[in-house]
Each structure stands twice: as C-alpha cells, then as structure tokens.
C-alpha cells in the first residue's frame, strides 16, 4: 500500500520546519516558510476528514430543514421540496451542493428567529454548531504555536 | 520578482536627497507579518558615523486591508507628543517612481511586538503593561477630534457611527465572499436589528487597536502602531474590538492577555472620561467578530484569487476565522439562555 497524502503533507511540514527553515539567514522568508509549514501541517491534520465532514454537513443541514419543515414560509418550503438526498457525489458536486443547502439554512434561519419558538431556534443553532465543529481549524492553534517554536 | 537590494539601492539614493545628506546602508530588512502594506526596518549612517533607525510603509498593490496610506500619516501626526506613544513621521509619498508605490517613513521606535495567539508573550510584565494598553485607549478617545490632523478625516456621513461600520465590513463580505457563512449571516442580522446608541461624543477611532499591535520594552508600551484603520466613529468600537476574545483564545478572562476585564474596563473609563454602556459595548463586541469576518474574507479571497499568496492571507480565514465565527456562536447562544 502506498503512503497516505496526509501522511506526505506532514511530513513535507517537518521538513520545512525543522530541516529548510533553520538554513535561511533573511528573518521575513524564514518566517514566511514556517507559515508554511504550519498551514501544510493543518492541511494534512484535516486532510482526511474533509470529504466525509461534507458529507456529513449535508446530511444535518437536510434532516433539520425537514424536521422543523412545519414552521417555514410555502416559498421556503417549496426550495426544501427540491433538495434530493444524493450518495456518492464527487467532491466539487459535494460542495456546490452544501452551497445550496447553506443558503436555504439562511433564510430558514431568518423565519425561525422571526418566531417564537424557542426550541426552534435552540434547534438551528445546535445545527450550526455542529457544522461549525466539522470545519474547524482553529483548534488546531496550539499545534501551530509548538511547530514554531 | 523585486529583490531587497534593488529596493534598499533605490531608498538609499532616495533617503540621502531628501535630508541632503550622504547615508550608507547598514542594514535593511522585511518585517513578516501585516499584510496592508510592506513593512522595512532600516539602519543607515551618514559620513560623520552618526546612526539613524527607520521604518518604511510601502503601499501594496493586493493588501489584507485595503486603506489610504494618509489615514495613517494623519493619525500618527494627531497624536506626536502626547500620552500616546507613536513613531515621529519624517516623510509620506504618493509618488511611485520613486520606491516602486507610494510610502511612508518613520522613525523607528525601541521595543518589539508580539503575536496576538501566544498567552505567555507578555509574561512577567502583563500587570503594567494592561494598565499601560488600557489607559492608552482611553486617551486616544479622550481627545478632541476638532484637532488639525483628525478634523482631515471623513466626517460628513450623517448615518449613524454603528451603521456606517456595519454597512461598510457588510458590503467587503459582499464583494468578496467565497463562501456561505450562515453563523456569520445571524451575526449580521443580529447587529441590524439591534443597534446601539449614538455616543455622546465621537472619537478618532484606532481600527485595529489590541495585543500584537503595540511595541513594548519589558514592561513599558513604546509605540501603539498599524493605524491603517483609523477613522472617526463610535470609541466603544475601538474596545469592543481589543476586548474580542480571538485576542486572548487561550485565556478567555484576561483579554489581550493583559490584565481582567472589569479592571481594563475601569481604567478605560478613568482615562477616557467616558461611561461604559454594557448593552451598546455587547453590540460593539459582536460587530467586532464581524469586521474580523470581513477582513478574513477579504484575505481568503486574495489568495484564493491568487492576486496575493503571502501565506497570512491562508492562515487569516482559517484561524481567526474559525475563532470569530465561534465567536459570534456563542454569543447567540448566550442570548438564547
């Protein structure tokens, strides 16, 4: 089997870091490359997660939009009709479509809030939250602060 | 691709005409980071030995934040001599034949900064240091905007202070999205339906005012720098934004990794003569994740666009804006409750 993408990237980031970078006299390209090899660090950390946290925001965003389907606008209603729950998409179709899907969650998150349903709206939060923690990288920060030291 | 030396023979020859004096290079460096405009730290002496240290501000031509070299020159004049540390100004030019795009030029002034993201950076001084950063906030609102340097800035926009902000971050998101955000959507709306008050008085707003943005020597601040952003407005802006917890992520409680809220809240009062309207500052705080967004995504946009690959502007929307968008979450969570 051959070596993982991610794996390559990480290990392209150490080399950067801890082989090239210390070889550079210049202060503003040193620390250039070592932003780098942060971000290329990043990159292969969340490499392979990030077909499948797509696929997975999609699906979230649909359950909600039909669970809470009672509350919205016939207008609204009528582009959540629309959506189809597809398998297998390529990532670029993924990502078009996650588009779609977060501008629907938009307006349906303006009618939620011109409610009063409050569990609704805890609801559509909750969503966001969720979809936030799939994305993420910040939490990735004190990696960074200890590659560049 | 222009190389340090082309530029350093080309601000030699340019530097020794304007003082009328013949000065050798000693040294000549690009300082990383802040992407508005190209920063260098110079050292030059003339024939007598006597030594000079300067900073030049070189305009890019794709730049994190878009903003008029002469919003900074005027700021920086507004406040030489006073309680407010800032570098003396020798010189700005709009002429670009000279140093390839227009720049500035200042005196280099003692100490270093520090990244904004390391909670240690200012350790063991971050006591006097926190008195030092919040008090000097307060005397950049405490003082009059009728002065010769600030009344050159645009004031005649009858709109409100919180409006004419939002609408102006509202519409870089606009133009320069690559992305659906709907947290930062609810954020936007949010701050439109509540606005604040009007301040009772406006002030010369900082822009970008907090940790990672002043020099300091040990424990004294020895210049409040990157003034880019400056512009008459609302002063709870200015604290909404150095008080923003990206600037402490790791240590939510001591805000710019300085000193507790309450105690920067009092000194900003003291020194500023000004009362604190909690209810306004919450807005002020929330507009503050969303200027971030904008110039986060105005960053992504650059590089994505491939008009400038400096990596800040790839670390700009995935780290700060990952955080702000947090940010803004919590917050409309924390109404919710």
């Known amino acids: ?149 | 691709m222009e190389s340090n030396n082309d530029l350093s023979s080309k601000f030699i020859s340019y530097y020794s005409k304007f003082t009328n004096k013949e000065f050798s290079l000693m040294s000549f460096e690009r300082v990383f980071g802040g992407a508005s405009r190209e920063t260098f730290r110079i050292h030059v002496k003339d024939k007598t030995g006597s030594e000079e240290k300067l900073i030049l501000r070189r305009t890019q031509e794709s730049s994190l934040i878009e903003t008029s070299q002469i919003t900074e020159y005027l700021a920086y004049s507004a406040y030489q001599g006073t309680s407010v540390p800032v570098p003396a100004m020798i010189d700005i030019n709009e002429d670009e034949e000279i140093l390839g795009a227009p720049f500035m030029l200042m005196q280099k002034l003692d100490g270093m900064s520090a990244s904004p993201f390391t909670p240690s950076a200012y350790s063991p001084h971050e006591e006097k240091l926190g008195l030092q950063f919040w008090s000097i906030l307060g005397d950049i609102a405490r003082k009059d905007i009728n002065d010769d340097f600030i009344n050159q800035f645009e004031n005649k926009n009858e709109d409100p202070c919180w409006k004419v902000e939002l609408d102006k971050w509202v519409n870089v998101i606009k133009e320069d999205s690559i992305s659906i955000e709907p947290i930062l959507e609810a954020g936007i709306r949010k701050l439109y339906e509540s606005p604040p008050k009007e301040p009772h008085k406006k002030s010369l707003v900082h822009g970008d005012y907090r940790n990672g943005n002043f020099l300091f020597k040990e424990n004294k601040i020895t210049g409040i720098l990157d003034w880019e952003m400056a512009h008459i407005g609302d002063p709870l802006e200015d604290l909404g934004w150095a008080l923003s917890p990206i600037w402490s992520w790791q240590d939510h409680e001591t805000p710019a990794y300085l000193i507790g809220r309450q105690e920067a809240l009092s000194l900003w009062e003291s020194s500023s003569g000004l009362t604190i309207d909690n209810n306004d500052l919450k807005w002020w705080e929330l507009f503050a994740c969303v200027k971030g967004m904008a110039i986060w995504i105005s960053a992504g946009n650059e590089f994505k666009t491939g008009k400038n690959v400096d990596p800040i502007n790839l670390f700009s929307p995935w780290i700060p804006g990952d955080i702000h968008l947090e940010i803004i979450l919590n917050t409309l969570e924390g109404d919710l409750s």
Not at chain 1, 16 to 45: T, V
Request: negative net charge; charged residues 30%.
């Open chain 1, 1 to 149: 089997m051959k070596p993982e993408i991610n794996i390559a990237l990480m290990n392209a980031a150490q080399e950067i870091l801890s082989r090239f970078s210390p070889l550079i006299e210049d202060e503003y390209e040193q620390s250039r490359l070592n932003s780098w090899g942060a971000l290329i660090l990043i990159s292969a950390m969340k490499f392979n997660e990030s077909y499948s946290s797509l696929v997975e925001e999609n699906k979230e965003i649909i359950i909600w939009l039909i669970k809470t389907k009672q509350i919205f606008s016939t207008e609204l209603l009528k582009e959540i009709d629309q959506i189809k729950a597809e398998e297998g998409l390529e990532q670029s179709i993924l990502d078009e479509k996650n588009q779609l899907l977060r501008a629907i969650l938009v307006k349906a998150h303006k009618e939620v809030d011109s409610t009063d349903d409050v569990e609704a709206k805890r609801g559509c939060l909750k969503l966001l939250r969720e979809m936030h923690s799939h994305r993420k990288v910040s939490d990735l920060l004190g990696l960074l602060q200890q590659a560049d030291s």
